[in-house]
């Protein structure tokens, strides 16, 4: 499905654009998001369509590929004016070598070149990034975190991801393995939950869509009652969208899980805080209640902020701002075209 400018408030007709043009590629498990966006960051034309994960890695290139093609044929512009395309994808990566080592919930895609595939299906050059952190450069270039010379984005879905970016360098690591924030300690006694890959302890074990599912599920089992467990025993679908609703209403269960996930993010953005120093740290993801237009979304927050300033030094709980992220879904394919950008601007100069 694709979308020109025009269908969309906002995007931007390619009279007003700003030269030279790149493509955001973000895959996901789901979907795959491209867009087409100026110099500015402001987005032109834009498409997506299902992974269909089990057609395999190559099907895929080929789409992603092809889905670059649709975006300037869409916003009127020939292929050349395309002067690089970023691709955000989950890992494990091996970035320098454009590689998914491990592919996690994009099962048989282990081991694959997917930058240079999709470079021979695109005809453009390809920068390669790890998902979450194309989504924390979108922030940085032009969403919550323009104006911020440092930032930390934790977006919160089926796990935990995060990027970290300072001053214009997005933290890659000398392992690919760099801003992999849903993976730090912060629980090590013995008991400590277990993480999906396999350690105990992780801010992913405590923080993400699923632990958060689990933990409610946990205290129902150990006869916890109330508005959230009548609907679920009545069939409903346990999500964070219910839970969220059942803090709405004053639910004591969904109440306290909420807020001890909220805790949990705070420990680990105290370390992230205590490590790095950043001028700013967001909250995105799929699991932000609302956000700061929900009263959810607000106490979710300042539970995380409260967290924060009760274990931090004084100046830096003072002066790191905390909030959500802006960009929503869209983060991820700016954030690719905006690495892209940095990529095709070191290769001229």
């Known amino acids: 499905m694709s979308r020109s400018a025009q269908d969309r408030a906002g995007w931007l007709p390619r009279s007003s654009a700003a030269r030279p043009f790149y493509a955001g590629v973000d895959l996901g498990g789901t979907n795959i998001k491209a867009g087409l966006v100026d110099d500015l960051g402001r987005t032109l034309a834009f498409h997506t369509e299902p992974t269909h994960v089990a057609r395999g890695p190559e099907d895929a290139a080929m789409r992603m590929g092809r889905a670059v093609h649709t975006l300037a044929r869409e916003a009127g512009i020939e ?49 390669f990034a790890n998902d979450a952190n194309a989504a924390a450069y979108g922030e940085f270039w032009i969403g919550s975190g323009r104006d911020a010379p440092s930032l930390v984005l934790l977006t919160l ?38 993480c999906p890959c396999g350690q105990r302890g ?61 805790h949990w993010l705070g420990i680990g953005i105290v370390t992230l805080m205590h490590v790095i120093d950043p001028a700013l740290v967001l909250i995105g993801g799929a699991m932000t209640f609302g956000g700061e237009s929900s009263p ?9 902020r409260t967290t924060v300033h009760a274990h931090t030094f004084p100046v830096l709980a003072e002066k790191t701002i905390i909030r959500y992220a802006s960009l929503g879904g869209d983060a991820g394919y700016i954030g690719a075209a905006g690495l892209a950008r940095l990529a095709h601007r070191a290769a001229v100069t």
């Not at 000398?174 to 992999?180: D, L």
């Not at 959810?296 to 995380?304: H, N, Q």
């Open 79 to 127: 292929m050349n004016d395309v002067a690089c395309v970023g691709l955000g994808s989950p890992g494990p990566l091996d970035i320098p070598a454009g590689r998914i080592v491990k592919a996690g919930n994009l099962r048989g895609w282990d081991d694959f070149a997917l930058r240079d595939r999709v470079a021979a299906h695109c005809g453009r050059p390809v920068a």
């Open 157 to 194: 879905g089926t796990g935990v991801g995060g990027g970290i970016i300072i001053g214009d360098t997005n933290v890659e690591g000398a392992h690919s393995h760099g801003s992999e924030c849903g993976h730090m300690i912060v629980d090590t006694s013995d008991t400590a939950r277990m």
């Open 202 to 262: 992780h801010l992913e074990a405590y923080a993400s869509a699923t632990s958060l599912v689990k933990r409610a599920r946990e205290r129902l089992a150990e006869g916890a009652s109330g508005s959230l467990a009548r609907a679920v025993a009545e069939g409903a679908d346990l999500t964070p969208i219910l839970l969220g609703a059942h803090v709405e209403a004053g639910d004591g269960l969904a109440t306290d899980v909420l807020m001890e996930a909220a």
């Open 296 to 304: 959810v979304g607000r106490a979710f927050l300042e539970r995380i």
